[in-house]
């Protein structure tokens, strides 16, 4: 039994390293600011496209002056040639989420409006897990990883969510939602 012990050990540490979520880690030098009149679309977009070293992407955020609604976004990365995958407001399907997350990408994601009339905000999205969920907001000058509970972030979160798929495994593109179809360069 004893000569056993390391290989049991070993066993369970593995099995124990693949239930473990990682944090998408998106560097400092990534993150993006929010400028006036409220670019937090493009700010996420570019904040994502960085973390991925999308060089078509740098530079978005300066370049549009201007709110961006989802159609903008997805115009600039069909313009672009850039691999992406889209989920409209008001499909909840979580999959996009949890596999942008295992993949170690960020997605962009949409909060409902605070109020009828205010408009919406949109954020990154760095972590799902099972009770939190981890977005940087480019309303935040520091560039903080925020935490949510998992109940509260499905409360606010609209459904919307952009994913770049340049570097994405075949899998990925075959997950359905009520979004467009995947778009290849």
């Known amino acids: 039994m004893t000569r ?27 993150r993006v600011s929010n400028l006036p009149p409220g670019r937090c679309g493009w700010c996420a977009l570019e904040t994502v496209g960085r973390h991925q070293h999308i060089q078509s992407l740098v530079g978005l955020t300066q370049k549009n002056p201007r709110q961006a609604r989802p159609e903008d976004l997805e115009e600039i990365l069909r313009e672009r040639g850039i691999s992406y995958r889209i989920q409209s407001r008001g499909c909840y399907d979580q999959d996009i989420l949890n596999e942008t997350i295992r993949l170690n990408h960020g997605a962009v994601i949409g909060f409902r409006e605070l109020s ?70």
């Open 4 to 30: 056993n012990l390391p290989l049991i050990a070993g066993l369970l540490l593995t099995i124990a390293a693949e239930n473990v979520r990682a944090e998408v880690n998106i560097p400092l030098d990534c």
């Open 116 to 185: 009828p009339g205010a408009g919406g905000h949109i954020v990154t999205l760095v972590d799902f897990g099972k009770t939190e969920v981890r977005v940087i907001d480019p309303n935040d000058a520091d560039h903080r990883v925020r935490t949510l509970s998992r109940e509260r972030f499905m409360h606010w979160w609209d459904g919307f969510a952009i994913i770049l798929t340049a570097e994405y495994p075949a899998s990925i593109t075959s997950v359905q939602s009520s979004a467009p179809a995947l778009l290849q360069k």
